[in-house]
């Protein structure tokens, strides 16, 4: 079971460019997870979703864009890339939207916009 | 407002000897409270959660946490520290269903 996948692993971007970073999880998760993590503030919440068909904003949304098609993937897509989007980006899934259930995460996509 | 502090960047300790890495909290009503760890170039992976009951809570690896309600503070710890011990973590606090808030981390170095 390889539980979140995320590619790609890393990424070089130019400013104005779009992306689109990939999840895919095969836990059968109901709830999913986008978010950024930079030096000295932790991870925030871009995006969220409970479950297919429905997505909601997280903590810093701007810029960013999701989908939930279906139950296993979740990808998140830069429209036009800034240089502040530069971070890395975990994707995260839990069974259930309960506070009282911990989240898996994925390896992770290091970008960097210039 | 909602807020989780880790107070140290880093925290040194001599294998074998306990660790503490500090957490407070400060969220309206009932907190769920977790703590992370991150290896190098990895993603976050659960350690133990507090819901509800007993104050001491373990989790995996030796690791355990005690809930302190009037001190909003939820501190992981463990008795004898271990090299592979050495790594980044997080203290995170869950409410409202999605939201979580994570602290900024704690470097971890266990020294041999």
């Known amino acids: 079971i390889a539980g979140i996948t995320q590619a790609p692993t890393s990424q070089i971007l130019a400013a104005g460019r779009r992306m689109t970073l990939r999840c895919t999880q095969d836990?059968?998760?109901?709830?999913m997870y986008w978010y950024r993590q930079d030096l000295g503030l932790g991870l925030r919440l871009i995006h969220y979703s409970n479950t297919a068909g429905t997505t909601g904003k997280g903590e810093v949304p701007d810029g960013y864009s999701v989908s939930r098609a279906n139950t296993d993937d979740f990808p998140l897509t830069l429209a036009s890339a800034v240089p502040s989007q530069t971070s890395v980006y975990f994707c995260?899934?839990?069974?259930?939207?309960?506070?009282?259930?911990?989240?898996?995460f994925g390896p992770g996509t290091r970008l960097t916009v210039l | 407002a909602q807020s989780v502090a880790q107070p140290e960047d880093q925290v040194n300790v001599a294998e074998g000897n306990p660790l503490t890495v500090k957490c407070t909290y400060s969220v309206s009503g009932n907190p769920y409270l977790f703590w992370y760890v991150q290896y190098p170039n990895r993603g976050l992976q659960f350690l133990l959660k507090?819901?509800?009951?007993?104050?001491l809570v373990k989790g995996s690896y030796g690791f355990e946490a005690e809930f302190n309600k009037s001190q909003t503070s939820f501190h992981l710890k463990k008795p004898s520290a271990l090299v592979s011990d050495s790594a980044l973590y997080f203290c995170a606090v869950r409410f409202g269903g999605f939201k979580t808030i994570f602290g900024a981390g704690t470097r971890l170095f266990v020294k041999a």
């Open positions: 836990m059968r998760h109901n709830a």
């Open positions: 507090y819901i509800t009951g007993d104050n």
């Open positions: 995260a899934s839990s069974s259930g939207t309960s506070s009282y259930n911990e989240q898996f």
